[in-house]
């Protein structure tokens, strides 16, 4: 995926995200400025990408998205609904998310490389699976969006890692102890005192008488 794929699909999911439903359809017939002016900046996206200039297509992208948003709020406005969905991150989702998860009382079994799971309206304590709730893939979907290029990387029971663990209640008593090697210092071998210089007798003076 080069750039401009990647930009131009980023600033696509933004979109999404906040998108309420019907606006598109109204903005095109109730606000032909704003859907004017999105059709303009789309040709313009299409000629920077194609001619490979980043500073424009990154311009081009971000009228974009401020045309949607704008469209967004004025469909909001006339329909008296609740704007909060503006502020609404990409892959977040909502408590209208989970209410509408578990009115269908169904379970998703779900393989991963993070791991299996089954996704379900209200935990059943069944221990022969793992079990994650709608409110807690909702938690795990605001850290994800919060912090863009967060991977889950296992999902399991915390219990599993206690394979790994050693029980504190076995008698210690008949445990060999491991005998502890001594070491010596050694002694630095003693200087040798040097010998005495033979002394040669003293000279006597010639006397006078």
């Known amino acids: 995926m080069n750039f401009f794929e990647r930009l131009f699909n980023r600033t696509i999911d933004q979109i999404r995200a906040r998108y309420p439903d019907g606006a598109l359809e109204w903005i095109e017939k109730s606000q032909p400025d704003i859907h004017g002016s999105i059709r303009?900046?789309?040709?313009?996206?299409?000629?920077?990408?194609?001619?490979?200039?980043?500073?424009?297509?990154k311009?081009?992208?971000?009228?974009?998205?401020?045309?949607?948003?704008?469209?967004?709020?004025?469909?909001?406005?006339?329909?008296?609904?609740?704007?909060?969905?503006?502020?609404?991150?990409?892959?977040?989702?909502?408590?209208?998310?989970?209410?509408?998860?578990?009115?269908?009382?169904?379970?998703v079994h779900v393989k991963s490389n993070a791991g299996e799971f089954t996704l379900v309206p209200e935990y059943t304590g069944r221990d022969d699976r793992v079990e994650i709730s709608a409110e807690d893939i909702a938690k795990l979907s605001l850290i994800t969006s919060t912090f863009p290029g967060t991977k889950i990387t296992h999902v399991g029971r915390r219990d599993e890692k206690d394979r790994f663990t050693f029980s504190h209640d076995e008698?210690?008593?008949?445990?060999?102890?491991?005998?502890?090697?001594?070491?010596?210092?050694?002694?630095?071998?003693?200087?040798?005192?040097?010998?005495?210089?033979?002394?040669?007798?003293?000279?006597?003076?010639?006397?006078?008488?």
Do not use: C, M
Not at 176 to 184: A, D, E, G, L
């Open 40 to 57: 303009q900046v789309n040709d313009k996206i299409n000629s920077f990408w194609k001619s490979g200039d980043r500073k424009g297509f």
């Open 59 to 107: 311009k081009a992208l971000a009228v974009y998205y401020k045309l949607h948003l704008e469209g967004f709020k004025r469909f909001l406005d006339a329909h008296d609904q609740d704007q909060s969905i503006l502020d609404r991150k990409p892959g977040e989702l909502t408590q209208a998310d989970v209410d509408s998860f578990k009115a269908l009382k169904v379970e």
């Open 171 to 209: 008698p210690t008593s008949d445990i060999p102890k491991t005998p502890q090697k001594t070491f010596q210092r050694r002694q630095k071998p003693k200087k040798k005192q040097p010998s005495p210089k033979p002394t040669q007798p003293k000279k006597r003076q010639a006397s006078l008488f």
